[in-house]
C-alpha cells in the first residue's frame, strides 16, 4: 500500500512560481514511477510530469516543457514540480500519482495505481 499527501499548491500571480511536493509513505524500491496530472473544471484530467524512480528518467507535457521540472529525492521519498512562469491556464487540481509496477507508458491515468488526495494551483491574470 503506497500513501501519497501532496503539498504547495496555492495562489500566485501570473509569472510566478510554486514548487509542489508529493511525500510517499511506502518504501520507495516499491515505487517503479511517479508523476503528475492535473483537472481543470469542466476538463479532463491531464498528464504533467512524470519521472522514473530509480533512473531518474523525466516526461513533461509540452504545455508545461520549459517551464515545469520534476525531480525527486530518494532519502525524502519525495517527489517535486517545480512550476515556474505560470499561466492563469495552468490552474487546476494538481494529483500526486505512483505506481508499483513496470511500465514504458508514463503518460496515461491508468499507468498509475496510487494516487494523492490533490492540491489547488490558481493562477491570476
Known amino acids: 500500500q503506497v500513501q501519497l499527501v501532496e503539498s504547495g499548491g496555492g495562489l500566485v500571480q501570473a509569472g510566478g512560481s510554486l514548487r509542489l511536493s508529493c511525500a510517499a509513505s511506502a518504501r520507495t524500491f516499491s515505487i517503479n514511477a511517479m508523476g503528475w496530472f492535473r483537472q481543470a473544471p469542466g476538463k479532463e484530467r491531464e498528464f504533467v510530469a512524470a519521472i522514473n524512480w530509480s533512473g531518474g528518467s523525466t516526461f513533461l507535457a509540452d504545455s508545461v516543457k520549459g517551464r515545469f521540472t520534476i525531480s525527486r529525492d530518494n532519502a525524502k521519498n519525495t517527489v517535486y514540480l517545480q512550476m515556474n512562469n505560470l499561466k492563469p491556464e495552468d490552474t487546476a487540481v494538481y494529483y500526486c500519482?505512483?505506481?508499483?509496477?513496470?511500465?514504458?507508458?508514463?503518460?496515461?491515468?491508468?499507468?498509475?495505481?496510487?494516487w494523492g488526495q490533490g492540491t489547488q494551483v490558481t493562477v491570476s491574470s
Open positions: 500519482a505512483a505506481r508499483t509496477y513496470g511500465s514504458t507508458s508514463y503518460k496515461r491515468s491508468a499507468d498509475y495505481n496510487y
